[in-house]
């Protein structure tokens, strides 16, 4: 039993919470949680998942900065949730699609990965889902879920079983997640009216 796992799946459900709760506090845990699973991941040989969490600890203080200060006027208390501008899409998928083929290569060519293409998936795809995130838009929730069935499944093949439920959690939190922030997005709308 991986005693690390373990504290990263209990710092994982509480940046969840936060998460739901639209807390600026999720960054805190944002940055604690890849660092324990920069070592989790890299034990396991999911060389992507490793490198997504240098990411997570760089966006967690983009994330941060942006929730404090990319507030739309003065008068905002914080950063509001908003829909996903449709002018970001493309660059979206074409970033996306960059990220899954060149990291699916750099695996395939440069490691001893057994699951190079699921793993990059997942990693090319949080990249973006995390970007949503740090502008706290609310369809960051449709990609995390996503993501989360992906890894779920990903974690069991490599006996991760504690980090495995820690995704399938996430999963089923992120549905509740985007119904939350959606009734959150229309009564500030409405508030604002």
């Known amino acids: 039993m991986d005693y690390l796992e ?9 940046y969840l919470w936060l ?7 999720l960054w805190i845990a944002s940055i604690v949680m890849p660092a324990i699973y920069l070592v989790v991941y890299y034990k396991a040989g999911l060389y992507a998942d490793f490198g997504i969490n240098i990411y997570y600890l760089i966006i967690a203080v983009y994330g941060w900065s ?3 200060f990319g507030k739309r006027n003065k008068h905002d208390k914080e950063l ?17 699609a960059v990220l899954f083929v060149g990291i699916a290569q750099i695996l395939i060519h440069f490691t001893d990965s057994d699951v190079a293409w699921l793993d990059s998936f997942t990693t090319a795809l949080s990249v973006i889902g995390m970007w949503m995130l740090a502008r706290k838009y609310l369809e960051q929730w449709l990609v995390w879920i996503l993501v989360d069935v992906v890894c779920c499944g990903l974690y069991i093949y490599k006996e991760l079983y504690f980090t495995s439920f820690l995704y399938g959690f996430y999963a089923i939190i992120a549905i509740f997640g985007y119904i939350k922030w959606k009734k959150m997005m229309n009564d500030a709308t409405l508030q604002s009216a």
Not at 6 to 14: E, L, Q, W
Not at 80 to 96: A, D, K
Request: aromatic share 20%; no cysteine.
């Open 6 to 14: 373990i504290i990263g799946t209990v710092v994982g459900f509480i």
């Open 19 to 25: 998460e739901y709760k639209a807390n600026i506090y």
């Open 66 to 68: 942006v929730w404090k």
């Open 80 to 96: 509001s949730i908003r829909s996903f501008p449709m002018r970001y899409l493309t660059g979206s998928v074409v970033t996306f």
